[in-house]
C-alpha cells in the first residue's frame, strides 16, 4: 500500500482533472504575485485565463537557471519574507547560488513528498535511518530529515563526511538505511572493508539514493557489497529539492509526484513538446507551491516517460533514469559545478590567467575534480613554493565559495590549448563504467 493512495493510485483522469485545476491557479498566483512572471507572460500575450487544458502549459513561458541567478536572493517570491520559513540554496552558474524559499505550506508540501519516497523506498517506521546526505543549504540532508520523521522513523542525521564514525554509528546504532548519494555509500563500503568491517552482517538493508548520475552497474555494485536494496530519489532545488521522483519496488523507473509537478518533455534543441515516451529535456511546472512558484523549469536533465500500471499499482507517471544533461553542470560530491563558476573565482584571482581545464577524475568511489589554470609569468617563474601558496590560495577560494574540495594546478603561461572555437573545458577522465 503507498504512503498517500489517494493521489499515488488516482486514476489518470482524476489526476489530470486535478493537475489542471492547480495549474490554473499556479499561472493566476505567478501572474498576480510575481513581476517576473507577470512580464514574461505579457510578452507572450498568455494570460491566465489562457489555460483550459493541460496542454496549454505549451503557451508559458520556460524558466532558466539564469533568470533566479539574475532575480537573486528573492525576486521571484510571490510572498512577503515574513512568510518564508526556510530558504535552501545550491550552486548557480556563475559566483552567486541559487535560492529555494519555502513557506510553511511548501515545507509541509515536501516533507509529503519525502515521506512517500521514503515508503515507496520500503522504509519503515520500526527502521533506523542514517541520514548521510549534507545537511544544511542543501536540499538532500533536511529533506531526507524531514520524510524519514513523518515516517517514525528513528532519524540518525550524521550528515555527509567522517567516514570511519558513520561505520561506528553505522554498526553501534544497528541502522537498518543509509540516506546518502550513491558515491558516497561507495566510500563507506570501500572504508568498511578496509576497517574489515563487513556492512553485509550488519542490520543495514536499505539506501535512498540521488543528487548525482549513477549507473545501474553502479547501483548493483552497491546492493552487492553492502547486501542492501538500493533505491532512487531525484529532485532539485528550484522544485523542492529531492521528492519530486522516487523509485518503487519494481526499480524499473522513477515516479513523479503529479499532484505537485506537471512533467514535460521537450525537444533540447527546438523546445516544442514532444509525444509520450520521446527522450529530450524535463520540465516541470510546480502546481502547488507557495514562496516561489514555478513555470516550467527547464532541468536540462534527460529522459523519457512511461505512462503504465506500475507492478506496485501506482499510477503516477514514470520517468526513466536519468540519461545525461544537456549542459556542462558537473556534480562533485553532491555539489553541483559549472565550468562557468569556476572561471568566475579564477578571475578573481589576480596571480592566475583565465586558461583552465577541469579533469574530472576519481578519487577511490568519489567525483574529484582537478583544476588546471595557467599562472601569471611572473607568478610560475617564482618558483614552485610560489605556486604552490597559490594553489592553496585558489583552492581555498574554490571551497570558500562553493563548498567543494579541489586539487589545484598551476601550469605554464600557454600550457592550454587555446580555442579556435567552443574551448574544451571538461575533460572526463573516469572510467566510463563509473560515470
Ligand atoms: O540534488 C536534490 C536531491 C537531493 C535529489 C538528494 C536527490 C537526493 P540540486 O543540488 O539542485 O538538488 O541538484 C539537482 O542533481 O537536476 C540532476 O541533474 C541531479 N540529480 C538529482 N537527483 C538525481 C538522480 C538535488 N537520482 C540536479 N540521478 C538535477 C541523477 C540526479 N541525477
Not at 10 to 16: A, I, N, R, S, T
Not at 194 to 210: A, C, H, S, T, Y
Not at 343 to 360: D, G, M
Request: hydrophobic content about 40%; aromatic content about 8%.
Amino acid at each position: 500500500m503507498p504512503w498517500n493512495d489517494t493521489f499515488e493510485c488516482m486514476p489518470v483522469v482524476d489526476l489530470q482533472k486535478f493537475q489542471l485545476e492547480k495549474l490554473k491557479e499556479t499561472v493566476a498566483y505567478a501572474y498576480e504575485r510575481v513581476p517576473f512572471y507577470r512580464r514574461k507572460l505579457e510578452e507572450l500575450k498568455v494570460k491566465p485565463g489562457d489555460i483550459q487544458c493541460l496542454e496549454d502549459v505549451a503557451k508559458l513561458p520556460f524558466t532558466v537557471k539564469n533568470d533566479l541567478r539574475d532575480n537573486y536572493p528573492f525576486g521571484l517570491c510571490a510572498v512577503p519574507l515574513k512568510e518564508v520559513v526556510r530558504v535552501h540554496a545550491s550552486s548557480g552558474t556563475t559566483g552567486k547560488p541559487i535560492t529555494g524559499p519555502y513557506t510553511a505550506d511548501d515545507l509541509e508540501q515536501w516533507t509529503e513528498c519525502m515521506a512517500r519516497s521514503l515508503w515507496s523506498a520500503g522504509i519503515r517506521p520500526d527502521d533506523i535511518a542514517q541520514n548521510a546526505y549534507g545537511h544544511g543549504l542543501f536540499t538532500g540532508g533536511l529533506g531526507f530529515h524531514q520524510g524519514a520523521t513523518r515516517l517514525g522513523c528513528t532519524v540518525v542525521p550524521t550528515s555527509s563526511g567522517l567516514t570511519e564514525r558513520q561505520i561506528m554509528l553505522m554498526k553501534d546504532f544497528g541502522s537498518t538505511a543509509l540516506l546518502s548519494t550513491p558515491s558516497y555509500a561507495l566510500t563507506i563500503a570501500e572504508r568498511a572493508e578496509e576497517l574489515k568491517v563487513n556492512i553485509r552482517d550488519l542490520p543495514l538493508r536499505i539506501g535512498v539514493f540521488g543528487a548525482e548520475p549513477w549507473t545501474i552497474a553502479m547501483r548493483e555494485e552497491i546492493e552487492r557489497r553492502m547486501g542492501i536494496r538500493a533505491m532512487e530519489a531525484y529532485g532539485l532545488t528550484e522544485l523542492c529539492g529531492p521528492g519530486i521522483a522516487f523509485d518503487c519496488e519494481a526499480q524499473d523507473g522513477l515516479h513523479i509526484n503529479e499532484d505537485h509537478f506537471l512533467a514535460e518533455i521537450v525537444d533540447p534543441g527546438t523546445f516544442e513538446p514532444l509525444p509520450l515516451g520521446e527522450k529530450g529535456e524535463l520540465i516541470f511546472t510546480s502546481l502547488q507551491r507557495r514562496a516561489m512558484p514555478m513555470l516550467r523549469y527547464r532541468t536540462k536533465d534527460i529522459t523519457r516517460f512511461r505512462r503504465e500500471t506500475c507492478a506496485c499499482g501506482r499510477t503516477l507517471l514514470k520517468m526513466d533514469k536519468l540519461s545525461g544533461r544537456t549542459d556542462d553542470m558537473l556534480i562533485i560530491s553532491g555539489v553541483n559545478v559549472f565550468p562557468s563558476q569556476i572561471e568566475a573565482l579564477l578571475l578573481e584571482i589576480p596571480e592566475v590567467e583565465p586558461q583552465y581545464r577541469l579533469l574530472v577524475r576519481k578519487k577511490g568511489y568519489l567525483d574529484h575534480l582537478v583544476v588546471q589554470v595557467e599562472g601569471k609569468k611572473e607568478i610560475y617563474e617564482a618558483g614552485a613554493e610560489k605556486r604552490l601558496e597559490i594553489e592553496a590560495k585558489v583552492s581555498g577560494h574554490i571551497k570558500g565559495m562553493m563548498g567543494v574540495g579541489v586539487e589545484v594546478n598551476i601550469v605554464e603561461p600557454k600550457f592550454i590549448t587555446r580555442s579556435e572555437g567552443k574551448a574544451l573545458r571538461v575533460v572526463d577522465e573516469r572510467p566510463k563504467h563509473l560515470r
